[in-house]
T-cell receptor, first 116, second 113 residues
């Protein structure tokens, strides 16, 4: 499968636990974006990363949320001490180029996070 | 004013008709524009991208861009029930200012057999 791979597809956590969401970009893509879709709301940008660099994190909540895209392995979106309001679908997208080329972004199937 | 605005719908059209979806955006410097389709419970699927003023056609889909009016539209010809979904308009940043997309709230399209 050459598409954007996200796992897990569904994740259930209790309040106060940590959630880790993983994303492997499409083959040949080196730019990764994370978006969040709250119930009945639109897609909201969270963070844009290249390998080992955070390019734009203007959409990330100031606390509890972090993201990385290491030299080896998938991009990780980490949510510490989850609260009910974190329940949402988290989508990862990738593109071959970032801001310079404004290339289309292709989305993964998402991780549905539910907080008990 | 929202950065990207779409009519939420639902927009209902009969099978075989033309569906017209509209989107306006606020940042005059935006350089790239995309239409995504999202079925309920699924991920957004890219269906069209457009970067220059005018029309761009791909099969039954035509995207139209008017930067002076800050307006993007998507026409779906010969609409099919399988086209029933939410259509998301996404606007990219000005040149060399990162890659984040700003999405509209989406327009729900219902194609009736």
């Amino acid at each position: 499968n050459a598409g954007v791979m996200q796992n897990p597809r569904h994740l259930v956590r209790r309040r106060g636990q940590e959630a880790r969401l993983r994303c492997s970009p499409m083959k040949g893509h080196s730019h990764v974006y994370w978006y969040r879709q709250l119930p009945e709301e639109g897609l909201k940008f969270m963070v844009y990363l290249q390998k080992e660099n955070i390019i734009d994190e203007s959409g990330m909540p100031k606390e509890r949320f972090s993201a990385e895209f290491p030299k080896e392995g998938p991009s990780i979106l980490r949510i510490q001490q989850v609260v009910r309001g974190d329940s949402a679908a988290y989508f990862c997208a990738s593109s071959p180029q970032g801001g310079y080329g404004n290339q289309p972004q292709h989305f993964g199937d998402g991780t549905r996070l539910s907080i008990l | 004013q929202k950065e990207v605005e779409q009519n939420s719908g639902p927009l209902s059209v009969p099978e075989g008709a033309i569906a017209s979806l509209n989107c306006t955006y606020s940042d005059r410097g935006s350089q790239s524009f995309f239409w995504y389709r999202q079925y309920s419970g699924k991920s957004p699927e890219l269906i069209m991208s457009i970067y220059s003023n005018g029309d761009k056609e791909d099969g039954r889909f035509t995207a139209q861009l008017n930067k002076a009016s800050q307006y993007v539209s998507l026409l779906i010809r010969d609409s099919q029930p399988s086209d029933s979904a939410t259509y998301l308009c996404a606007v990219g940043p000005p040149y060399n200012q990162g890659g984040k997309l700003i999405f509209g709230q989406g327009t729900e399209l219902s194609v009736k057999p």
